[in-house]
């Protein structure tokens, strides 16, 4: 079975399948990539307790960087809030985000 949670026109922000959340990318508000990241990352816990899951629960992030200059930053923010001991399978690159103003968009796949 499939599950989709909170779906519109062109996505869903979650996706349900086989005891896995998928997640929709997640940006956030700030003019830091630092206070982008810690607001996109509150957006990420509240869309995986909404799935059933949970920080803990993560199995692999996906984070694309406007500027990989920003890499650190980001770092401090994401090292912080990842649960010792559980941290996910990751990935980062630079990529064009969908608005100049986004400094950093997070994908997160979770067991629920």
Same mark, same amino acid.
């Given at each position: 079975?499939i599950e989709?949670?909170?779906?519109? $026109?062109?996505?869903?922000?979650?996706?349900?399948?086989?005891? &896995?959340?998928?997640?929709?990318? $997640?940006?956030?508000?700030?003019?830091? &990539?630092? *206070?982008q990241t810690?607001?996109?990352?509150?957006? &990420? @816990?509240?869309?995986?307790?909404?799935?059933?899951?949970?920080?803990?629960?993560?199995? $692999?992030?996906?984070?694309?960087?406007? /500027?990989?200059?920003?890499?650190?930053?980001?770092?401090?923010?994401?090292?912080?809030?990842?649960? *010792?001991?559980?941290?996910?399978?990751?990935?980062?690159? *630079?990529?064009?985000?969908?608005?100049? /103003?986004?400094?950093? @968009?997070?994908?997160?796949?979770?067991?629920?």
């Amino acid at each position: 079975m499939i599950e989709r949670i909170d779906t519109g $026109q062109r996505m869903s922000k979650i996706v349900k399948h086989n005891g &896995v959340a998928y997640l929709c990318g $997640q940006v956030g508000d700030g003019a830091t &990539v630092a *206070e982008q990241t810690r607001d996109c990352l509150g957006r &990420v @816990e509240a869309l995986l307790e909404k799935a059933g899951s949970s920080p803990e629960r993560m199995l $692999q992030a996906i984070i694309w960087l406007a /500027d990989m200059a920003d890499f650190a930053e980001m770092n401090a923010v994401w090292d912080a809030w990842v649960p *010792e001991g559980h941290a996910p399978a990751r990935a980062c690159g *630079e990529a064009k985000l969908a608005r100049p /103003d986004l400094k950093v @968009e997070i994908i997160v796949t979770a067991a629920c």
